[in-house]
């Protein structure tokens, strides 16, 4: 069983640009969510999407969306990047809100210069 | 606001001991209390996890303790091998609908 894909694996953007990182859930997965991770901050959450919806969102600005497209992958965006968005994103994939347990994948580390 | 607490931040244990990592909340409504495993490179990956219905479960060498009027919860790491050094990650939600997780604990052991 294929795990969770993200692509890239690593990205250095300059200040100002915008990226996108991509997702491929676990077949039959039909929930992602995307965290932030960063030194001393842990995970945070970013949004949530069920079915095509954004079903729920954290306390990020609105420069970060999503959307998911009909087969479950999905997609981040990030716009007019901040030298503070440097982090490791993490898309994870479960059945249903992660209740039975998320499956990561191994993130997409962005570097802001 | 960190909404689940994690101590220590590092623990260095000798093969074999007990590893033991804290986490408290304050949310009541938080119902579902997973533990993350996470090694350098890869994302992290469930360990175990408990509601709040049960006050410890236990899978081989890894043991939830769950208090529910100290909104604490803790895992214990029996028979410590070098294999389980990594980073451990406490979380909590409520219903699903958003998780919370802990700010991680990195863990050395020693043979």
């Known amino acids: 069983k294929a795990g969770v894909t993200q692509t890239p694996r690593y990205l250095i953007k300059t200040r100002g640009q915008q990226v996108t990182l991509s997702c491929s859930p676990i077949?039959?997965?039909?929930?992602v969510s995307w965290y932030q991770q960063t030194p001393g901050q842990g995970l945070q959450f970013l949004f949530e999407?069920?079915?095509?919806?954004?079903?729920n969102k954290g306390n990020f600005p609105g420069r970060f969306s999503g959307r998911q497209f009909s087969n479950s992958r999905s997609e981040m965006n990030v716009s007019t990047l901040e030298l503070g968005d440097s982090a490791l994103y993490l898309c994870?994939?479960?059945?249903?809100?992660?209740?039975?347990?998320?499956?990561f994948g191994s993130g997409t580390r962005l570097t802001v210069v | 606001q960190q909404q689940v607490k994690q101590s220590p931040q590092s623990l260095i244990v000798q093969k074999g001991g007990i590893s033991i990592i804290n986490c408290a909340y304050e949310?009541?409504?938080?119902?579902?209390f997973p533990w993350y495993q996470q090694f350098p490179g890869k994302g992290p990956a469930l360990l175990i996890a408990?509601?709040?219905?049960?006050s410890e479960k236990k899978e081989g060498r890894f043991t939830i303790s769950f208090n529910k009027s100290a909104k604490q919860f803790s895992l214990h790491i029996m028979d410590s091998q070098p294999g389980d050094s990594a980073t451990y990650f406490c979380?909590?939600?409520?219903?699903?609908?958003?998780?919370?997780f802990g700010t991680g604990t990195s863990l050395t052991v020693i043979p």
């Open positions: 408990i509601r709040p219905d049960v």
């Open positions: 949310n009541t409504a938080f119902d579902y």
């Open positions: 077949s039959g997965h039909r929930s």
């Open positions: 994870a994939s479960s059945l249903d809100r992660g209740l039975y347990g998320y499956t």
């Open positions: 979380a909590a939600s409520n219903t699903g609908n958003q998780f919370y």
């Open positions: 999407y069920f079915s095509e919806t954004q079903r």
